[in-house]
């Protein structure tokens, strides 16, 4: 063990590695801490890609959480620094996701775009902000609860390194629910007390590059549009990707809402019926979609 038992967020905490002959595994835990961390935890570390263990923890016992990373035994410094923040800023996170804690979402972009816009331009490496800060930042009504990057291989390393004070997880081959095996890095932009996560990857695996993807991890695929913050141009996806997401989410207000910028602005027809298409909707629930646009 690394470092631990640590306390933050009514969790235990644990930082381990493991050498095998494949690698080095750098593991964080949050073990339910019950009285002794001032617990209750308000909620699951399930939101922010902890998984459960199958079986009891070696540390944590039967109710830890784990994130794994894979990593050279070099890195244990890097590593330790966004274990340590992770668990500092985890309380602020856990009520943004589960009491309706503000999320610091100009102050945390303003920064985001001071540390990466010109930066990143002057190396030709291409970024942008997706989701739902990009529908955000192009006039929805909606409230963003995280800060989702689009970039390519090279970005995302320039990007943590941009970041690395924020990082609340290395960067790292890892695991993320719904995406598979990445190279991608997370980070809380802000205070301990106050900020806005944010995340970016690319998959792991090579492979050639989907018509208009959105996280693909190459450059020119996704289909943007330029916004200015404080005089800076930055990079944004249509607000059909959003839209998109919000209608598999079943987030009523979200998807009303970006459907209205999507009116307003124009609909990309094609990007909304390719989008469509692809998505785990119902037949009948893209055909409302794709006719909601045009209300």
């Not at 998984?51 to 959480?65: D, E, I, L, V, Y």
């Not at 894979?70 to 985890?90: D, G, H, I, K, W």
């Not at 943590?160 to 960067?171: Q, V």
Request: net charge negative.
């Amino acid at each position: 063990m690394l470092s631990g038992p640590d306390l933050g967020a009514g969790y235990l905490h644990q930082l381990s590695i493991d050498l095998d002959g494949e690698g080095t595994t750098f593991t964080f835990h949050a073990q339910d801490g019950g009285d002794d961390a001032g617990g209750p935890p308000k909620g699951s570390p399930h939101v922010f890609g902890y998984a459960p263990t199958a079986s009891p923890c070696m540390f944590g016992g039967p109710r830890c959480w784990h994130r794994r990373f894979l990593l050279p035994r070099s890195e244990s410094p890097r590593v330790r620094q966004a274990y340590n923040r992770n668990r500092f800023v985890l309380d602020a996170m856990v009520a943004q996701a589960y009491e309706g804690a503000p999320v610091a979402v100009e102050s945390g972009v303003r920064a985001v775009v001071e540390r990466l816009g010109a930066p990143l331009a002057a190396e030709g490496i291409e970024w942008y902000i997706g989701g739902s800060v990009a529908a955000w930042l192009q006039g929805a009504a909606v409230r963003p609860r995280d800060l989702d990057l689009g970039t390519t291989r090279a970005g995302v390393d320039a990007i943590a390194h941009r970041l690395s004070e924020y990082l609340i997880e290395p960067l790292a081959p890892t695991d993320w629910p719904r995406a598979g095996i990445v190279h991608g890095a997370r980070a809380f932009v802000g205070t301990f007390r106050e900020g806005i996560r944010v995340e970016w990857a690319v998959p792991i695996a090579p492979r050639e590059p989907v018509p208009l993807e959105e996280w693909g991890g190459h450059a020119g695929v996704a289909r943007l549009e330029t916004v200015r913050i404080e005089g800076q141009p930055v990079r944004v996806t249509r607000p059909e990707y959003a839209l998109v997401r919000a209608a598999e989410k079943g987030n009523v207000p979200h998807r009303e809402a970006i459907a209205e910028l999507v009116r307003r602005m124009g609909p990309d027809r094609e990007l909304l019926g390719v989008l469509c298409a692809r998505a785990t909707l119902a037949p009948a629930a893209r055909e409302a979609l794709l006719h909601e646009v045009d209300r």
